[in-house]
């Protein structure tokens, strides 16, 4: 795994600190309408929590625009490194508690992963974890089966790449199965459980696939 910089690191803390210091002044001002009162203290960190993580969404995707995730092996000491190594310190110390805890109902995990930049279509909802958000796309009427994993980069010793992952309509992909980078599902296609597609496969309309490595099944 290659090395996070200083640089990369102070990055993103500076946004960090952002995000906490608004979310501390949101929180004064609104505290403010509340009366004096035995919860008011739980109200407080409730009212936190809500504003911290909607801020992070907001500095997180300007983030993205200004410094946007790229396809292709990145080259050390280059921009393009230098966005997905923060875009990883926001997963790993963010997102990441956000987007593998079972507490929070699936329509609204929905929610979050397009607030963290997912192109997910109508009716499309996944029990499992996105890794990538930004690099996701899936059509209309998918379902990402519990304890699913998408995930768009490849990490493989200093070997560091992205590749967006494409899914179409009416695509089904069983509990526990993962689907590594680069990877395409065509329209109808079912991914069984437990299956592992890898890198770049490419699986077509009404295609069934399963096993690990995953292979065509029907």
Same mark, same amino acid.
């Given at each position: 795994?290659?090395?996070?910089?200083? @640089?990369?690191?102070?990055?993103? *803390? +500076?946004? $960090?600190?952002?995000?906490?210091? &608004?979310?501390?002044? %949101?929180? /004064?001002?609104?505290?403010?309408?509340?009366?004096?009162?035995?919860?008011?203290?739980?109200?407080?960190?409730?009212?936190?929590?809500?504003?911290?993580?909607?801020?992070?969404?907001?500095?997180?995707?300007?983030?993205?625009?200004?410094?946007?995730?790229?396809?292709?092996?990145?080259?050390?000491?280059?921009?393009?490194?230098?966005?997905?190594?923060?875009?990883?310190?926001?997963?790993?110390?963010?997102?990441?508690?956000?987007?593998?805890?079972?507490?929070? @109902?699936?329509?609204?995990?929905? *929610? +979050?992963? $397009?607030?963290?930049?997912?192109? &997910?279509?109508?009716? %499309?909802? /996944?029990?499992?974890?996105?890794?990538?958000?930004?690099?996701?796309?899936?059509?209309?009427?998918?379902?990402?089966?519990?304890?699913?994993?998408?995930?768009?980069?490849?990490?493989?010793?200093?070997?560091?790449?992205?590749?967006?992952?494409?899914?179409?309509?009416?695509?089904?992909?069983?509990?526990?199965?993962?689907?590594?980078?680069?990877?395409?599902?065509?329209?109808?296609?079912?991914?069984?459980?437990?299956?592992?597609?890898?890198?770049?496969?490419?699986?077509?309309?009404?295609?069934?696939?399963?096993?690990?490595?995953?292979?065509?099944?029907?």
């Amino acid at each position: 795994m290659r090395k996070i910089s200083a @640089p990369q690191i102070a990055s993103f *803390l +500076v946004l $960090l600190t952002i995000i906490v210091t &608004l979310s501390v002044l %949101t929180t /004064s001002i609104l505290l403010q309408f509340l009366s004096p009162g035995e919860y008011r203290s739980i109200v407080s960190i409730g009212i936190f929590i809500l504003h911290f993580y909607l801020y992070a969404f907001v500095i997180y995707r300007l983030f993205l625009k200004f410094l946007p995730l790229h396809e292709g092996e990145l080259k050390p000491g280059t921009k393009e490194e230098f966005s997905a190594q923060v875009n990883i310190l926001f997963y790993l110390l963010l997102f990441n508690s956000l987007i593998r805890t079972h507490f929070i @109902p699936v329509p609204l995990l929905r *929610l +979050v992963y $397009l607030a963290l930049g997912t192109k &997910l279509g109508q009716n %499309t909802y /996944s029990a499992g974890t996105l890794l990538d958000p930004p690099l996701t796309e899936f059509g209309d009427n998918c379902i990402i089966g519990h304890d699913a994993v998408v995930f768009c980069h490849a990490i493989e010793g200093e070997y560091f790449a992205l590749s967006k992952v494409k899914v179409g309509n009416n695509v089904t992909i069983g509990a526990k199965a993962v689907i590594m980078a680069g990877v395409t599902i065509e329209d109808g296609a079912i991914i069984s459980a437990g299956a592992v597609v890898t890198k770049d496969c490419h699986i077509r309309t009404n295609e069934i696939w399963g096993g690990i490595p995953a292979k065509k099944i029907k």
